[in-house]
């Protein structure tokens, strides 16, 4: 059973709000964060049952393997179609009774409330189901495989090949925790560590507890920094020196990495084939006092006035080295999607080949654990674009990024990297240049 402390124990209805987010994800295949913004009742909650729902919902899909099979267990078959929503409901009462130390009474009985009109007629088997895992249910839970059971199949799978089964494990322990969050600072990151009670990263990242509004806490309306994840600001360093020169970020929305070049004195071109995206991405910058030019284009058809020294491609994929702070991934991401991203990668790859000057800088980077999309996808292109070799990293740049190198000399965290800290999301970047 876990340690994590509930934030409270609202009643029914601030869990009814829970339970349309568990719909709006596991149903509707929404992103958890989209949900989110897109639910009217979360909104008008107070700050504190937000936080309740937020981390209720966020628990029920780390952990999903494990209340399943717990629910399992009591249910002698399955349930009607039509009762669906009774699933959900028992989902989060059982994430209540064993991962936040609810009150089991609290649990059951508001679990319970949940069932009304024509899932009423649950509330028995509701009741019945509970009680009988606040009676047997500890053992049961403190026996469980909970790395394995929350992670699917393919995930698993792909993580042992690349990666060994012990790291794979490594992995799945670290998306059972609510990550912490991650700060890069647009100056002054002393001044910050002090005002935000924030521990400094070896990577110079900032990292705060979870948990609260973001915008109220210091320093962020005065624009003096942006949530950005540890390994997510890697990709940047690995550009070098680049005050004064100009830089295309493409894929830039919703703008983290573009606030990194903008910040470190470059003249950035931000490209985003997404209108939305770009205006959040300019919103953001308006916060920061930073300034870039904003392109609304496809990447895949755009080129630049003329070729560029440096290029960054932080291209869509899967997302899988962001499960521990999007856990919805584990349920809404498959095979398929990676095999659709890959195709995508390689179109931008080349396209972002084309815009590069003779001796320019091309730095790929996606936020993806799945050798597909990375490793792989630097050996094709480099295998199709002679023009094309690796930059290997010069020995002053060797020691910070050390911890976090693959044997070919490419970027490759992982969400066990930094455990001991909360973790970090897995990236892959590498770093290559136009040889003519």
């Given at each position: 059973m876990s340690n994590q402390t509930a934030v409270s124990t609202p009643s029914s209805s601030t869990r009814l709000v829970a339970l349309?987010?568990?719909?709006?994800?596991?149903?509707?295949?929404?992103a958890f964060d989209h949900a989110v913004n897109c639910c009217e009742e979360f909104s008008v909650l107070s700050s504190r049952d937000r936080a309740f729902v937020w981390l209720l919902v966020a628990t029920c899909l780390r952990r999903l393997g494990q209340i399943d099979r717990l629910i399992a267990r009591c249910i002698s078959s399955p349930l009607p179609k039509a009762a669906w929503p009774v699933n959900d409901m028992l989902r989060l009462g059982v994430a209540q009774i064993f991962f936040l130390n609810t009150p089991p009474y609290a649990a059951v009985d508001n679990t319970v409330n949940l069932a009304s009109g024509r899932m009423s007629r649950y509330r028995k088997l509701i009741n019945a189901v509970l009680r009988r895992l606040v009676r047997e249910g500890i053992p049961w839970c403190e026996s469980q495989d909970a790395?394995?059971?929350?992670?699917?199949?393919?995930?698993?799978?792909?993580?042992c090949g690349a990666y060994g089964e012990s790291m794979a494990r490594q992995i799945a322990t670290v998306h059972l925790q609510e990550a912490p969050l991650d700060i890069t600072a647009k100056n002054t990151t002393s001044i910050l560590v002090e005002l935000l009670e924030a521990k400094l990263l070896p990577t110079g990242t900032l990292r705060v507890d979870a948990g609260g509004p973001v915008a109220e806490r210091p320093g962020f309306v005065e624009g003096q920094?942006?949530?950005?994840?540890?390994?997510?600001a890697l990709p940047v360093a690995l550009l070098g020196e680049i005050a004064n020169a100009r830089v295309i970020d493409l894929c830039a929305a919703p703008g983290g990495k573009t606030a990194q070049l903008c910040s470190r004195g470059a003249d950035v071109v931000a490209v985003d084939r997404s209108r939305s995206r770009l205006q959040i991405l300019g919103r953001n910058l308006d916060r920061l006092r930073l300034n870039a030019e904003l392109v609304n284009e496809d990447v895949a058809d755009w080129q630049p006035r003329s070729p560029a020294k440096y290029v960054l491609l932080d291209a869509p994929c899967s997302a899988t080295g962001t499960i521990r702070r999007h856990p919805e991934i584990l349920h809404l991401k498959s095979p398929d999607d990676v095999e659709r991203a890959v195709v995508v990668q390689d179109q931008l790859l080349d396209a972002a080949a084309t815009m590069l000057a003779p001796?320019?800088?091309?730095?790929?980077?996606?936020?993806?654990?799945?050798?597909?999309?990375?490793?792989?996808?630097?050996?094709?292109?480099?295998g199709r674009r002679p023009e094309l070799e690796r930059f290997l990293l010069l020995p002053n740049e060797r020691e910070f990024f050390a911890p976090f190198l693959n044997e070919q000399g490419d970027l490759r965290t992982l969400p066990a990297h930094l455990a001991e800290d909360g973790g970090m999301d897995g990236f892959y970047a590498a770093r290559l240049k136009r040889k003519h």
């Open positions: 349309k987010l568990m719909r709006s994800v596991l149903r509707r295949r929404q790395e394995r059971l929350n992670t699917p199949d393919w995930l698993w799978r792909s993580w920094w942006w949530v950005q994840d540890a390994a997510a001796g320019g800088v091309l730095v790929f980077a996606t936020c993806s654990l799945q050798p597909e999309e990375g490793l792989e996808r630097v050996e094709n292109l480099l």
